[in-house]
């Protein structure tokens, strides 16, 4: 097969690829974040229902993780040894559940005794526990199955769902909450309901749609099988040829380590922000359905923003510049919201933010797949994933312990940039040996 010929063949086997997984992927990732997530909207109305304080929301709302950074390297490597289809059907099905019995809080805290505050705390952490392994396990997925010079736009465009859940979800969120009385029930428990309904559907779609490695793809042609896990063959040989790591040596690797400082200061900045800008925002004045638009503006940026650099990082070749200029300005937009007072200026601040969290991230996922591979792989990013997540519960109860005790967001505010720029330091100082990535030769696009 000539040079010419080569390239075509390849960029129509990557293309059914990219068709088959990549839109099944965001819609099943868009709703994992946006059951996620979802409280921060629901807020704006449950926690008075249920008496909870900025300090007790935030630290709900935060626990999650902790559950979340317990189960995640076990799951992870449970989904490399069952395979995705099995496993992610189980964790979506599992946390669509959960998510629908946030509506139940305040059946189940009379029924168990067990209050109000005690029972969202519950729910938070089987949550955690529930959904643990699903976005690792993607990111792993799609290690076996896109070369290495297409994986940060792949991941670019899978974790858009992030963004776009809070762009498409925040105007619905906030609709569902005008059910309020609908069957007797407030509008965030309808919110919790019906958004935990696409999670449980997909959980069976997933068993039956996905398709574990590309040895399996009967919807690719034989030569197509052949061609794509040669290819795949070829770069994890590549890896292991530089260093072989067992999943002991990977989940004590220093790079892993220093990545998951690197992620805790990138999700505290997204977490922090993203479970009280709704609640900043209504302090504008803003009734119930504006204060969710107004609050999607960032993720609107920040979905543009991830999927053009994570298209520009693989385009030029580089990742560690590629990771840290958009921490930089994640911290610094969200540094500069603290001073400004306008509500418009202090958006534009926050939608500047918005392109630097959310950009960072499809590069950022680059770096522990470019050195580590099978098993090693599933646990490296798993552990990356669930340090770095422990800044979902740390970001939150901080925020809302701060405007508690000093009744401003500034403080927390100013906290989370600051753990975007030692985010931003550390990714400098870690090493990336590029040339990983360039052998086998990178296909053209």
Not at 41 to 59: K, V
Not at 107 to 131: C, D, H, Q, S
Not at 173 to 186: I, R, T
């Amino acid at each position: 097969m000539h040079a010419e010929e080569t390239t075509t063949f390849a960029a129509t086997a990557l293309a059914k690829v990219t068709k088959r997984l990549v839109p099944f992927l965001i819609v099943c990732y868009f709703v994992a974040y946006l059951d996620r997530v979802n409280v921060g909207f629901a807020a704006l109305t449950m926690n008075q229902d249920l008496g909870l304080s900025q300090t007790a929301f935030g630290f709900g709302a935060g626990i999650f993780f902790i559950a979340y950074f317990i189960f995640e390297v076990p799951s992870n490597l449970l989904l490399e040894r069952f395979g995705a289809r099995k496993w992610i059907a189980r964790i979506m099905l599992s946390w669509g559940i959960l998510s629908g019995l946030m509506a139940f809080i305040p059946n189940i805290a009379r029924a168990t005794g067990l209050g109000n505050e005690t029972t969202f705390y519950l729910l938070r952490v089987l949550l955690g526990a529930a959904e643990a392994g699903f976005f690792p396990g993607i990111i792993f997925y799609l290690t076996l199955w896109f070369p290495t010079e297409y994986r940060a736009r792949i991941v670019g465009y899978f974790m858009a769902a992030i963004p776009l859940s809070t762009v498409i979800g925040a105007p619905i969120s906030g609709l569902l909450l005008y059910l309020h009385g609908g069957l007797g029930l407030a509008g965030w428990q309808w919110l919790f309901i019906i958004e935990a309904v696409p999670a449980i559907i997909l959980a069976g779609v997933v068993f039956f749609y996905l398709t574990d490695r590309p040895t399996d793809a009967t919807w690719l042609t034989s030569d197509e099988r052949s061609w794509l896990a040669e290819k795949l063959l070829a770069e994890r040989r590549q890896r292991d040829a530089v260093r072989q790591y067992t999943v002991v040596e990977a989940l004590f690797n220093p790079k892993v380590i220093g990545l998951s400082l690197v992620y805790f200061g990138a999700v505290a900045t997204n977490y922090g922000l993203s479970f009280f800008l709704p609640q900043i925002v209504k302090a504008f004045g803003l009734n119930t359905f504006l204060t969710t638009l107004v609050s999607a503006a960032p993720y609107l940026v920040g979905v543009l923003g991830m999927v053009w650099w994570g298209r520009r990082s693989d385009h030029v070749g580089e990742r560690r510049f590629h990771t840290a200029i958009p921490l930089f300005i994640a911290a610094a937009g969200i540094a500069i919201s603290t001073v400004l007072d306008d509500p418009t200026l202090k958006m534009v601040a926050f939608c500047i933010a918005g392109f630097g969290i959310f950009a960072c991230l499809p590069v950022f996922w680059t770096l522990p797949t470019a050195f580590l591979s099978g098993a090693a792989a599933a646990a490296g990013i798993a552990v990356v994933n669930s340090i770095g997540n422990l800044a979902g519960f740390a970001g939150p109860f901080a925020m809302g312990w701060i405007r508690d005790h000093t009744g401003s967001y500034t403080g927390g505010l100013l906290l989370l940039a600051g753990l975007g720029i030692i985010a931003t330091g550390i990714v400098l100082t870690l090493s990336h040996d590029e040339t990983v990535e360039r052998v086998p030769k990178p296909l053209p696009e």
